[in-house]
């Protein structure tokens, strides 16, 4: 009778994450198999079903000059944006965790960029990076600054790119630090306050590292906006001037898209896909041990 009962609440716990299940076979694991199976074959749009070729396309990306400009472009813009998004958010927080009117109003503004869609975005920050009459050229003007080609110099692009994800990211990521911070007992700051420890102490001390569970799973989540978003290079800059701008999903939609390069598409699938799993076993298998919850 016991077995029967447990059977029939197992057969409603399956019949609950069927729906989830299907959905994730059909948009998650088809595909990524998929994928592996056509980076061995040489496909395109004018041969669908392909010819097989082994190794030849992983051989052929890692000797690509684009591809290797393309993965340089994507560590340079994770290591501009990740950081800096996380310690600007931390910051956020810890200067708003008072609940207070002018807080509420501050939280809502520095949060507000998080809810406009990326692409609405890029057309904002691509008014104010134009050359002739952008907003940054006006103000420029205004205080004798040098005027900067930040869509058109290959040099200025990238820190175009960074500036505007940290904008767009650093008020999400305050929420979870904020989140983060009321959970943290205020005991334990009472304590500290009556031992006369200054704010810079108990940062370091006692908020930092009490934060550390929040803040590895907003690196965790900064690192794979850095890898998966790329809707302000649609609208921006396309991957250009000359590649610099190009990050590794892009080059993706390039070569499937507007190359008809099957194969080599679904091999820079298949290296992104291993990249972000690597990421995710060092979380969880290195970083998460090294972190007391």
Request: avoid cysteine.
């Amino acid at each position: 009778m016991f077995k029967k009962q447990t059977l029939k609440v197992n057969m409603y716990g399956y019949l609950f994450l069927l729906p989830a299940l299907i959905f994730l076979i059909l948009f998650t694991y088809y595909p990524t198999l998929l994928s592996i199976h056509d980076s061995f074959y040489l496909k395109d749009n004018l041969r669908p079903e392909g010819a097989f070729v082994g190794l030849d396309n992983y051989k052929y990306l890692l000797q690509d000059d684009v591809f290797q400009k393309v993965l340089w472009n994507n560590l340079i813009f994770a290591i501009g944006t990740v950081p800096t998004s996380i310690m600007l958010a931390m910051f956020m927080a810890v200067k708003l965790n008072k609940v207070t009117r002018i807080n509420q109003w501050m939280k809502t503004s520095y949060f507000y960029p998080t809810v406009i869609p990326l692409v609405a975005v890029a057309n904002i920050w691509l008014f104010i990076y134009q050359p002739d009459f952008g907003l940054y050229t006006r103000f420029a003007d205004f205080f004798g600054l040098p005027d900067i080609p930040w869509l058109q110099s290959e040099l200025w692009v990238m820190p175009a790119m960074i500036i505007l994800t940290i904008w767009k990211e650093a008020g999400f990521f305050m929420i979870f630090f904020l989140a983060g911070l009321q959970n943290i007992p205020n005991h334990i700051y009472e304590s500290a306050s009556m031992e006369g420890a200054s704010n810079g102490y108990v940062f370091r001390k006692l908020t930092f590292p009490l934060l550390m569970p929040t803040t590895l799973f907003v690196f965790i989540i900064a690192l794979t906006n850095s890898v998966k978003t790329v809707d302000h290079i649609f609208v921006m800059t396309e991957g250009g001037p000359n590649n610099a701008s190009n990050l590794i999903l892009y080059y993706i939609y390039q070569n499937r898209f507007t190359f008809g390069d099957i194969g080599i598409a679904a091999t820079a699938s298949v290296i992104l896909i291993v990249v972000l799993l690597a990421i995710s076993l060092i979380n969880f298998f290195v970083l998460d041990r090294k972190i007391h919850y």
